[in-house]
């Protein structure tokens, strides 16, 4: 999953990113705040989440 958030951010234009649920419980302190620090601009949808 780290593998394709990291993709995802040096990819050009928009990348969408399922399950990251999976991002959030195994890996806390890759919080959005320092994804964000990287370059990206990143949103969340509350309701995609289980």
């Known amino acids: 999953m780290t593998a394709l958030v ?3 951010l040096a990819a050009k234009g928009t990348s969408t990113i399922g399950g990251m649920y999976h991002l959030a419980r195994g890996y ?3 919080l ?3 994804l964000a620090a990287l370059g990206g601009d990143i949103t969340t949808d509350a309701e995609a989440c289980p």
């Open 6 to 8: 990291i993709a995802a």
């Open 28 to 30: 806390g302190r890759l």
């Open 32 to 34: 959005l705040p320092n």
